[in-house]
């Protein structure tokens, strides 16, 4: 059986070596991945503007996601009106109506001062430019903001589900681990905390439940996948 928890220091300490000589005996199945970044992916819609292109593809992958939501939340609101998600959208991450806004940036929550564009911003940009991802070049929201990070995420997980380059495989493991470790607690216990207390939204809220009970289950599900052996 592996032991995971030296396994994971290994790979985020950079000894790949140490790592590789854990799992010469296991046969992993690298299809949880592909689920994981469907996953990510579908939260990554959840938190963007519901423009036409984004409601559309909720609506068009709703059903096809009905396990994953009854998996990690509790009567989750169907999907509703378009113009009234985005009416709520705006109030939540857009307009500071008496100071009610929640702020979808992971630097808000890490810097002292509560400014954007902070270290996270910068570390999270360094490791999608190892992975190669790049922006749309639409996107005009700073790469720690919270659908941007999901959709990093999902990338990750779509690499990972793909190990033709063995050496890149750990490397992306290596920034997975980086990123979860460093920015999971604040995507969980700070941004789907506040956005839960919003009850008014309950749409959003449920889909914040979903982020944070996601996030909390991503470790297990990989210790589960890794630690398949012969």
């Known amino acids: 059986m592996l032991a995971y928890m030296d396994f994971k220091k290994n790979i985020t300490d950079g000894d790949f070596d140490a790592a590789k ?11 949880p991945f592909t689920a994981l970044a469907n996953s990510s992916m579908f939260l990554s819609l959840l938190f963007r503007y519901p423009d036409d292109n984004v409601y559309d593809l909720l609506k068009d992958n709703w059903s096809s996601f009905s396990d994953f939501i009854s998996e990690y939340t509790e009567d989750f609101p169907h999907l509703y009106d378009q113009t009234e998600m985005q009416s709520d959208f705006i109030k939540l991450f857009k307009q500071d109506f008496k100071g009610s806004k929640v702020v979808p940036y992971i630097s808000y929550y890490t810097e002292e001062n509560k400014t954007l564009y902070g270290e996270s911003t910068f570390k999270i940009r360094e490791w999608m430019a190892s992975e190669g991802f790049v922006l749309d070049a639409e996107t005009s929201d700073l790469e720690d903001n919270i659908f941007i990070v999901l959709e990093f995420l999902s990338a990750i997980f779509g690499r990972l589900a793909q190990p033709e380059n063995i050496e890149k495989w750990y490397a992306t493991l290596q920034i997975l681990y980086k990123l979860t470790g460093t920015y999971g607690a604040v995507m969980t216990d700070e941004f789907a905390k506040l956005v839960q207390q919003r009850k008014e939204m309950p749409f959003y809220a449920a889909a914040a439940a979903l982020l944070e009970n996601f996030m909390n ?9 890794l630690a398949v052996t012969e």
């Open 21 to 31: 000589e854990m799992l010469k005996d296991a046969d992993i199945d690298t299809t």
């Open 217 to 225: 289950d991503v470790d297990g599900i990989l210790e589960e996948v």
